[in-house]
């Protein structure tokens, strides 16, 4: 496969997974040793798509499952329907039940359920809300599934936001951090691009601010985290022109100021790829999958922002890098 992604949170036992997009494949890994341990294909029969795994312990797991069958079989216990959660258990592999979302889609889309995030007990599941064909798109919502009973227990609008795709979280404040890139068939993608603050500990959890895009030169979003600093700080990218004019461009966003600066240009349109913060060091790692000199570039940003290093990501040895995850 040339499609492979990694969860967006740790795996019980630090297991490394790989969600094999094209072929529906998950496989977890023994990372001191990079040895395949078990394989689990989440297709139920049709091109399923999964973008992410949410692991609730080691027997119990969430599929998100992007993609929709257009034609299931009659019979429930098949759960090839897919716009869904896949319920498994990764010890064995295997899978266990399944929770429909299709319903929570918005109007003339699919669900298309892409992030989640584990927090307190609930997980909270990021709808990318895009029709089968990506030309319409509707407001972003998150969903919230109870994990004890595998209930839908409410849902989140994001009004204004489009095509949304990137979460991470706040502990300290209880904060759910969600970016979006806007829609494509949009002439002006930006205008429906930004990132959402979300406060899970409301009741019901609520979004409380949304940061459009004027400060990062008016381009559409491509990754965000919002961790660094408490939720101070965010770390972003935006999307480079075909042909390269404006290429991908790494910011650094003072949140409550709402101001930017710009880290970063890449050599290249469509070559950055994920951003990875490590609060613990005061670090941020940024994938640059250039052709020619593929890295992981590593910033600090205790006082100023600056690069430290950049990891050399031979492209002898596999693919150029586009995730970066922890395990």
């Not at 994990?147 to 991470?168: F, R, W």
């Amino acid at each position: 496969s040339g499609d492979v992604g990694l969860p967006s949170q740790p795996q019980p036992m630090n297991l490394l997974v790989t969600i094999d997009h094209a072929n529906s494949a998950l496989t977890w890994i023994d990372p001191t040793t990079c040895t395949p341990l078990r394989q689990l294909d989440v297709s139920t029969g049709f091109y399923a798509n999964p973008h992410d795994v949410i692991a609730v312990s080691s027997m119990k797991a969430y599929v998100a499952r992007y993609e929709k069958n257009t034609t299931p079989t009659a019979d429930p216990a098949d759960r090839d329907e897919g716009d869904d959660l896949l319920i498994i258990d990764p010890s064995v592999p295997a899978i266990t039940g399944r929770i429909d979302l299709a319903s929570y889609a918005g109007s003339g889309v699919q669900a298309r359920p892409d992030r989640a995030r584990l927090i307190d007990g609930k997980l909270f599941v990021l709808l990318s809300n895009l029709s089968g064909d990506f030309s319409t798109a509707a407001e972003g919502r998150l969903v919230v599934v109870d994990t004890a009973t595998d209930q839908v227990s409410g849902t989140i609008d994001l009004p204004g936001l489009k095509n949304c795709g990137g979460l991470s979280y706040v502990e300290s404040t209880k904060t759910l951090v969600v970016a979006c890139g806007g829609s494509f068939s949009d002439p002006e993608q930006a205008a429906s691009s930004g990132i959402a603050y979300v406060d899970t500990a409301a009741s019901p959890p609520a979004m409380t601010r949304k940061q459009d895009m004027t400060p990062f030169d008016g381009r559409a979003l491509a990754g965000f985290s919002g961790i660094a600093r408490e939720g101070a700080t965010g770390f972003g990218v935006t999307f480079g022109n075909f042909g390269g004019s404006p290429t991908d461009q790494f910011w650094a966003l003072n949140v409550q100021a709402g101001t930017t600066r710009k880290v970063a240009d890449a050599s290249d349109s469509f070559t950055f790829g994920t951003v990875l913060v490590d609060p613990s060091h005061e670090r941020v790692y940024l994938t640059d999958a250039k052709t020619a000199m593929p890295r992981v570039h590593v910033y600090t940003y205790a006082t100023a922002i600056t690069r430290e290093a950049s990891i050399n990501a031979n492209p002898a040895i596999g693919l150029p890098p586009r995730e970066i995850a922890w395990y």
